[in-house]
């Protein structure tokens, strides 16, 4: 049989499961759990990937809430569906629900319809198909703990598709940054602020400095890093010296090894503070480093022609860069060729991710026009990594 023609029964597979698909994305998207939390989302997913006739680890690679579900179908190379669960802080009227304002839920059912069209085309291939999910993409980045873990040494391939405000495919658009997250505390010591001012150390002054540091450093960096940063602690009222005070910054350049030197010279600064006002400075990273995305050129231009295929083309507009960001995806991604699309919500260039407008996005009649579009591109291209393992050996 032609790949072609297996690639049409892969459609029809996708067609066939897709009012599982909208269940699952539902499930989720109405359980919606914080990062770390998503104990109902996960362990749902773990249930329906087991109905499929999945092997199931849950939880998986020491993550309470990680999964790992494979279906054996001879030997061949291993490929991973990178499914995500966690929901966002901060919905409706009064900004204290949580809700899949980045489409999680999208994500979770998309990759469990690719898994169970290609558990219904297994004769088409040989191979291992994969559902890797991991929690706290949007917080600590748990795909990170689970690669710690080594929960994706065997995985030769991977792919996940997002929702956006445009469809972005090819490599220049999908510009995932590699990211640091580092926090200072400085510790001084406290003294009445009119009374015997001399006799304090003043945390926050260090904290100050640590800003008008690194905005000086600004000028001195390439154009692809950001800096940006919040003050967490800043003291406990304007007539005592802070004898505690901290700040948090994101950094994130185009490559992790430009931002290893970015990040020595901020702790440089933050330390230089430190010495000017006597505080004593303690530092740590407060979420996961994340590293860039480094997709893989054979699988991603096999991704944008079975895309192609299913009438879908890249929308990002001439001289629009797609956008900035960073994604434990990038990871994986180093240990494991990986094809990555930003598909367009159809809800407009306007309504992009973590926006309240975007939930309806990823549930309800668009989300079932997107769903069987990324799971059939998705199953498609593991196709033919199966059926040419040699394409993902290149980066």
């Not at 929901?87 to 489409?103: E, F, K, S, V, W």
Request: proline share 4%.
């Amino acid at each position: 049989m032609e790949r072609n023609e297996q690639k049409v029964m892969i459609c029809g597979a996708v067609s066939a499961i897709f009012p599982d698909m909208q269940r699952v994305g539902r499930y989720v998207y109405d359980h919606a759990e914080l990062g770390n939390r998503e104990f109902e989302s996960s362990r749902f997913l773990a249930g329906e990937l087991r109905k499929l006739g999945f092997e199931v680890r849950y939880p998986y690679a020491g993550v309470e809430t990680a999964l790992r579900a494979d279906l054996k179908c001879g030997e061949g190379p291993t490929v991973a569906f990178l499914g995500e669960y966690d929901a966002l802080p901060g919905y409706g009227p009064n900004h204290d629900q949580t809700a899949h304002a980045c489409g999680h839920n999208w994500i979770a059912a998309t990759c469990y319809g690719a898994c169970a069209a290609l558990a219904r085309c297994r004769e088409l291939f040989s191979g291992t198909v994969s559902f890797i999910g991991a929690p706290a993409e949007e917080t600590v980045g748990g795909k990170i703990d689970v690669l710690r873990n080594g929960g994706y040494e065997d995985v030769d391939a991977a792919m996940q598709f997002h929702l956006s405000n445009y469809t972005a495919l090819s490599r220049s658009r999908l510009q995932f940054l590699a990211m640091d997250s580092l926090e200072f505390t400085f510790h001084g010591k406290a003294a009445h602020a009119a009374g015997h001012p001399y006799l304090g150390i003043n945390a926050l002054d260090a904290v100050n400095l640590t800003f008008a540091g690194i905005n000086c450093l600004r000028q001195h960096v390439t154009p692809d890093v950001r800096m940006h940063g919040i003050v967490t602690q800043g003291g406990a009222a304007c007539n005592i010296v802070p004898d505690l005070a901290q700040c948090r910054f994101y950094l994130r350049a185009a490559k992790r090894s430009y931002l290893n030197g970015v990040k020595e010279r901020v702790l440089n600064i933050a330390r230089g503070a430190a010495l000017m006002t006597g505080a004593e400075l303690e530092w740590r990273y407060f979420e996961n480093p994340y590293d860039e995305m480094n997709v893989n050129a054979a699988m991603q231009e096999a991704l944008r022609q079975n895309l192609s295929s299913l009438g879908v083309s890249e929308t990002v507009p001439e001289g629009a860069d797609g956008g900035f960001g960073s994604s434990d995806v990038g990871n994986v991604s180093q240990v494991a060729a990986t094809a990555y699309c930003e598909l367009a919500t159809g809800l407009g260039p306007d309504v992009s991710t973590h926006m309240e407008g975007f939930l309806e996005g990823v549930v309800g009649p668009l989300a079932d026009r997107t769903m069987p579009i990324a799971a059939a591109a998705m199953a498609m291209t593991a196709l033919d990594v199966f059926h040419d393992p040699d394409m993902i050996r290149t980066r």
